[in-house]
């Protein structure tokens, strides 16, 4: 079995987690987030812990299980702290305007770039160049913060562009290197 497959999950105060025919229900303070197990792997609840087991001793069923004790335990992070990312914006004339679940970017196009978030994101504006997105999936809310990314992503030559809060852009030199 996977190393991350054996690892036990405890289960934070305030969470309850339900298994009914290879479902994996988990209800926090911040919500609900469901998992469909795969058939190869075993989820327990032993006092409280969560055990996850493969069936068949099979390679399948060892990828698996590490991948669902994974997931799981971000379902259990995310219930009960929940996660955050934040993205700042750097150019001149560049910035975020939030109104409601819109999102309106002005990245150096002719118009500005606007995107609506999911269901289960909500959108702080922290100043004209940072947003901090927020929710309980950790999936949802990272792959709308590489969505958002998207739109400009850094350009290494003059950093400017989108890009996570604390992120290093590795900087290029420029023509004048080639003399």
Request: hydrophobic content about 35%; aromatic content about 4%.
């Amino acid at each position: 079995m996977s190393r991350i497959g054996k690892r036990k999950l405890t289960i934070p105060d305030g969470v309850t987690v339900d298994i009914q025919n290879q479902e994996v229900t988990v209800k926090g303070a911040k919500g609900t987030l469901n998992l469909s197990v795969d058939p190869l792997v075993q989820v327990e609840v032993v006092d409280n812990t969560l055990i996850t087991k493969e069936v068949k001793n099979i390679k399948r069923a060892n990828v698996v299980v590490g991948t669902t004790n994974a997931l799981i335990n971000n379902m259990l992070i995310g219930v009960s702290a929940g996660y955050t990312k934040n993205l700042e914006i750097v150019g001149v004339g560049y910035r975020f305007n939030v109104a409601g679940n819109k999102i309106s970017i002005n990245a150096g196009f002719s118009h500005p770039v606007e995107r609506i978030c999911p269901e289960g994101i909500s959108v702080e504006l922290v100043n004209a160049n940072e947003i901090s997105l927020s929710g309980i999936d950790k999936q949802k809310v990272s792959e709308f913060a590489a969505k958002i990314r998207e739109i400009r992503s850094p350009e290494p030559y003059k950093g400017k562009g989108i890009r996570y809060k604390g992120e290093h852009i590795r900087r290029k030199e420029g023509k004048k290197a080639a003399k």
